[in-house]
């Protein structure tokens, strides 16, 4: 197990951040830490992570995240391998 | 144009080409059920007897005509009880948008009379929901639903329109729909993929619900016989490819066919097209995946690599991709391995014995049923016979829960499935456990006068779990014997439909024979409850643990 961070670009209404750690909770990952402010585009938030999980769990993690609508950008922040442009 | 938001939704209906909606008036929808009482020459509305039949029923639809299906209820009580059918279309990926009413925005979030956070709770099993909260973003959320719903990897949307903001007045401007993808898909890559297939001998195509969702089922067929690849299918896979058709060795899975099964552990390159390797289907993870090349297609980038690790993976949809390995490939011929997959086709026949057999129901109703009728079926083991041995030839003729597994599926989907394309012949095969859960649907069939009819391969048990009871539970039969005294025949009678019993071969020929013209007809089939669905890979084993019987 790693700790690994993604950033995440998400719509800035309301709901959006339980639709993120409910992603998350169901897989049973805890976060460790979580940053969220909106941008200099106030329609958009950026979201920092943190949590802990090996290489399946970062690209489920990721691309999980990436389906979500109102994400619209997904980077993994420790090892920058794959990133989801919307 | 001035419109109110009750307007704005039954004109994007309209916009979205949807002709048939499926629903339950109630408190909180009642401004958008005035407009569809006005608009009924323009959208047409099918009451049904539950809202968790009217979801199936949406689902039916949209499984039948490839179009959303659209399914509407009031807030609260109408909302939760859509709930089974929203998280059965999740999985299934089946395009549905349902329209929830919500208590007037300044009631929302005071515990109001029959509100309910329907987006909270539905948001695990949706591609995306919305609450309306202001009139002037009605029209164009609309718009992104139907656009989420039906693009990608189509399902369920909800959308949740407080009843002020049915009410609500604004500007309104018609607008298209929506068009291309919400999800970025980058070009993929098929040149491995070749490769791999190029250096085989014993390939194999494992077929799934994206061949149909893409439309792909010509581009299968063409791929199969220029591989000289036997298919087996996922259950939502199972129509892509007529049953006659001598590639085509059904369903694989816990109780996927014999052959189908084998063929799969011993091929050296598998092609895995729009399947999501659920856990039924593969069974033990490593065995399935060792001692050959997997290559898995799929438009879900999420889906790879998440049950099955694969050698090469192909993110796009399963039509362009496999246009494309058709450009690539060859003609390619396998001897060794058609004769291998035709010995195991010829181990998998049993003597016809003329017995009152869930197989020789199915073949007799069959028989009866032009190919394109529609068969739905709810969950259990009659589900499984239908998988196994009902002669599907073509596409998008088969409603199944398969994700959910979901009991009182059948009734709302072959309901939706009847009216998709002109009240087309539909089966629904069931049995007795399931039919209970949603048999108030048969008063919706009667109303709308729907040619359904509807066998219950009636065994007087839960005859899955029981079968799982007799092999792994020392036979310990607890709370799986109905034995209810319903007398569905009556039952269905007073229902309105017509009613029958069959308890042998020659009996249910006869009822078939003289079955009235229009308007369901039950028949109520009586069959041992110790008939066992076989081959069964049990849970977490490989073919090494099929057992045959
Ligand atoms: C809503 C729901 N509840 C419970 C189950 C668990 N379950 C799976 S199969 C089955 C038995 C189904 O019995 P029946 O409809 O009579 O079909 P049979 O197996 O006898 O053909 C049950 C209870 C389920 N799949 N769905
Ligand atoms: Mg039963």
Redesign the interface.
């Known amino acids: 197990m790693e700790r690994f961070t993604v950033e995440l670009i998400v719509a800035n209404h309301y709901?959006v951040l339980?639709?993120i750690t409910?992603l998350y909770a169901?897989r049973g990952y805890n976060i460790e830490s979580l940053y969220v402010n909106v941008t200099e585009n106030p329609e958009l938030s950026r979201m920092l992570i943190v949590s802990e999980g090996d290489g399946?769990i970062r690209?489920?993690m990721v691309?999980?995240l990436?389906?979500?609508?109102?994400v619209k950008r997904v980077i993994l922040m420790a090892t920058v391998k794959e990133t989801?442009?919307? | 144009m001035k419109r109110n938001g009750a307007q704005i939704v039954v004109e994007q209906l309209c916009v979205h080409g949807v002709d048939t909606v499926f629903g339950y008036p109630g408190g909180s929808v009642l401004p958008l059920y005035d407009e569809l009482y006005k608009n009924a020459h323009r959208v047409h509305h099918i009451i049904t007897a539950h809202e968790q039949g009217a979801t199936h029923a949406a689902d039916g639809y949209a499984r039948v005509s490839g179009k959303t299906g659209v399914v509407i209820a009031t807030s609260g009580p109408g909302a939760t009880n859509l709930v089974t059918g929203i998280a059965n279309a999740y999985l299934d990926s089946v395009p549905l948008v349902a329209i929830t009413g919500n208590v007037s925005v300044p009631l929302l979030g005071k515990d109001s009379f029959q509100e309910v956070d329907i987006v909270g709770m539905t948001q695990p099993i949706v591609k995306h929901n919305f609450v309306v909260r202001d009139v002037k973003a009605l029209r164009d959320t609309l718009r992104e639903a139907f656009h989420i719903a039906n693009s990608g990897r189509r399902g369920p949307v909800l959308v949740d329109i407080p009843r002020s903001v049915q009410e609500d007045i604004c500007e309104y401007e018609d607008a298209p729909p929506l068009e291309g993808e919400t999800q970025p898909t980058a070009p993929f890559d098929t040149r491995q993929a070749v490769q791999a297939i190029r250096g085989c001998h014993r390939p194999y195509i494992y077929a799934g619900g994206g061949v149909l969702a893409s439309g792909a089922e010509a581009e299968l067929t063409a791929l199969a016989e220029r591989l000289s690849a036997p298919v087996g299918f996922s259950m939502m896979g199972l129509t892509a490819m007529p049953h006659h058709h001598s590639l085509n060795l059904g369903m694989c899975g816990m109780h996927g066919r014999y052959a189908a099964s084998v063929a799969q552990s011993e091929c050296d390159v598998m092609l895995a097209l729009g399947v999501r390797f659920s856990d039924r289907a593969t069974g033990n993870v490593e065995a399935f995946g060792q001692g050959r090349v997997i290559i898995h297609v799929d438009i879900d980038l999420a889906e790879i690599d998440k049950n099955i690790p694969s050698h090469i993976a192909i993110c796009g949809d399963v039509k362009a991709v496999l246009a494309d390995l058709l450009r690539a490939l060859p003609p390619m011929k396998g001897d060794a391995w058609l004769a291998r997959v035709e010995e195991l086709k010829q181990a998998e026949l049993t003597p016809p014995v003329a017995d009152f057999s869930p197989r020789n129901i199915m073949e007799a109703v069959s028989g009866f049923c032009r190919e394109d009728a529609v068969v739905a079926t709810d969950v259990g083991q009659h589900q499984m016979w239908t998988m196994q041995s009902y002669p599907f030839v073509k596409p998008r003729t088969l409603l199944t829960s398969g994700g959910l597994g979901a009991m009182g599926y059948g009734m709302g989907a072959a309901i939706g499935g009847c009216l998709a394309d002109g009240k087309r012949r539909a089966v629904l095969i069931t049995s007795d456990g399931s039919f209970g859960m949603n048999l108030t649907e048969l008063a919706t069939a009667v109303a709308q006068e729907l040619p359904l009819l509807i066998v219950i391969l009636n065994n007087g048990v839960l005859g899955m779990v029981r079968q799982w009871q007799t092999m792994f539970y020392g036979q310990r039969y607890s709370q799986t014997t109905l034995d209810r005294r319903t007398d569905f025949p009556a039952l269905a009678r007073a229902f309105g439909a017509a009613g029958y019993r069959a308890e042998s071969l020659p009996q249910l020929a006869d009822i078939l024979g003289r079955l009235p013209a229009g308007g369901p007809a039950v028949i109520d089939c009586r069959i041992d409850r110790d008939e066992r669905v076989l081959p069964m890979i049990p849970p977490g084993g490989s073919v090494q643990n099929i057992v045959r019987g």
């Open positions: 709901g339980n639709r409910g169901r399946y690209t489920q691309r999980q990436s389906k979500l609508y109102d989801i442009e919307k």
